[in-house]
């Protein structure tokens, strides 16, 4: 597995609403592949590959190009930047961080502000800062001089994370591998289609805004009206110290949700997948997770519904400025959905349908 494609994508930058940077790699990616391109009118884009057999299922892949950020609420007159978050933030991860603040022509670099310790009260020692508290200092001398620069109301904000390969050689770190991990697994998959015989018709690609209410997933589906649907998104690792060994854990297979917010995934769809992937020897974790939820939330319910899923990875850290996922269960997803994509035909449908 090549990493180049996975560190371009999580080092480019795409707030929910500002995916433009993640979808024209998407666009570029799904071109080499020779698929054709469908999109939405939200910005949501897909390659589209035709298996062997024309009345075969349409399926669905995809992941989500938006990353948790902020985005510019309010300039002080000294020059300081408030905020609002796009996506689901914990404020005591955000104090003395680097962000990028994006205009439309250039990217100024931030910190979010935070009082020295030695002039904390003792009520600030003892509390969360909360968000509205905050602001980004991008050493502005004042109002003026962020408006000369370009920098407006409006205007997005990204964490800052280098992609690294952690000398273990499977742990990558970096920002936004929520979500894309899923964009890069659906590329892997449209890649490795070009030259595997599959009786169906498979669309490979991402959605847009995700983080802030599934809202492509109810205007992608339009495009190309699936039979069946998975969302590629990654899982909550919780293999850390305190955390659940039970749970899902860095390298052990890919992640199959049972249960999230949004949806109970179909039944038949989910002992389908499992047995394809005890099959192949594919290693696989299931998660049960009361929070949360994925594009796989609002793609079930299209029209009269179509059979969905959600497979992921696990990830540590997400939805703060950094996180990790293990190379090897990026591989291995990818190896089960082409395994799945092998064998799910009209009748493999149907059944599941009957189910």
Known sequence: MKVDLLKELTETNGAPGFERAIREIMKREIGQTGASLVTDNLGSVFGEKKGSMNEGPKILLAGHMDEVGFMVSEITQDGYLRFVPLGGWWSQVLLAQRVHVQTKNKTFTGVVGSKAPHILTMDERNRVYPMKEMFIDIGA?????????GIK?????????????????????????????????????LQQLQSIDHPNTVYCGAT??????????????????????????????????????????????????????SMIPHTGFRDLIIEVAEKNNIPYQVDVMLGGGTDAGK???????????????????????????????????AKLLVELLKVLDKEKLQSLLDY
Request: net charge negative.
């Open 208 to 261: 847009v805004q995700e983080e802030v209410g599934l809202r492509g997933a109810m205007t992608a589906p339009a495009i190309m009206e699936p039979d069946v649907a998975i969302a590629l998104d990654v899982g909550v690792a919780e293999d850390g110290p305190g955390g659940n060994q039970n749970k899902a854990k860095l390298g052990k297979g890919p992640l199959l949700t049972f249960l999230d917010s």
């Open 141 to 149: 001398n004042d109002k003026d001089q962020v408006k000369e620069w």
């Open 299 to 333: 793609f079930h319910l299209f029209k009269k519904g179509i059979p969905s899923l959600v497979v992921g990875v696990a990830a540590r850290y997400i939805h703060s400025h950094t996180s990790m996922v293990s190379k090897s269960d990026l591989e291995n997803s």
């Open 153 to 189: 109301v409006g205007d997005p904000i990204l964490p800052i994370c280098p992609f690294e390969l952690m000398p273990n050689e499977d742990t990558i770190l970096a920002k936004a591998l929520d979500n894309r991990a899923g964009c890069y697994t659906a590329i892997k998959v």
